[in-house]
């Protein structure tokens, strides 16, 4: 647990020390607080092999958030940061009853009425892939 701590805090100071490419970036206002309400509500994407079923994330005014249609994923806060999302979750086990937290670190890559492209900022950049959801109505 100390060990899990401590990379998270290594991990923020490195993020706060570097300033990750802006021209990618598209999101639609400069405010911390636009940006959170348009963040608010709920965020999906088709699950791998099921494109028909959607699993995704909910972000509520009241800084908590939700797991759509994912059960061993518990998201349950989240705060914006200029162009950054942090969530926390849980992971709950499946075979056995264990449970990890974990803080996601998230670049805003694209944010409007409708979509949202985040990238995470934890691990090689290399293998960080886009993702993309829409917003649900």
Known sequence: MKKKVLSLIILGILTACTSPKKENTEVTSNKASDIKAE????????????????????????????????????????????????????TVGVAQPSTSSDIDTLLIQKLDNTSL????????????VAQTYSKEK
């Open 39 to 90: 963040l608010v509500g709920k965020w999906v994407q088709p699950i791998p092999g099921q494109e028909k079923e959607k699993q995704g994330i909910e972000l509520r005014d009241n800084g908590t958030a939700a797991s759509i249609n994912m059960h061993t994923l518990l998201y349950e806060q989240w705060k914006i940061s200029h162009d950054t999302l942090f969530l926390w979750s849980r």
């Open 117 to 128: 492209t985040v990238v995470s900022l934890i691990g090689d950049p290399k293998n960080n």
